[in-house]
């Protein structure tokens, strides 16, 4: 008898290990199977990461070109701004010499009244000057508003 039950016990041991290499190999296979599975979703992932990032890296080189784009108008535009003033003061300075050439030497009250009728012809002027300019932006002949002259 006891033979059998050697027999048998034996008979188990052999199915028992048989049962766990099985489960083993199923447990291995399915472990496996989802890496496999995790590794492909983790690729997908990763495609359409870089893809956004490629987006990305596109938007901020546009953006980059834009603000260095401004960046060299805005230096042009000071740079005309710098221009124009000291054009103004050359300007400035040659009326300024001007209007002591014209002006007579006389007492301090006609040199009051003469320096008005100066200010007034030179608003007169810078109202014909900037009938010139929108006559040849827009080519009519609109009448100056000072000094309700003509331009022809």
Known sequence: MS????KQISALNTALTSLQQKLQQEAITELYEDT???????????HKLKIILQTHQTQLANLQDLI??????????KHKQNSLKEK???AAKASDESRKRVLPKSPISDL?????????LQKC??????????LDAVNQKPLCKNCTLLIN
């Open 125 to 134: 002027l810078e109202g014909i000057e900037e009938m010139f300019y929108k």
């Open 68 to 77: 260095s784009t401004k960046v060299k108008l805005i230096d042009s535009l």
């Open 36 to 46: 496999e599975n995790d590794v492909k979703t983790l690729n997908e992932r990763y």
């Open 112 to 120: 009051h009244d003469n320096s008005e009728e100066l200010s007034g």
């Open 3 to 6: 033979n059998i039950f050697d």
């Open 88 to 90: 103004l003061g050359v």
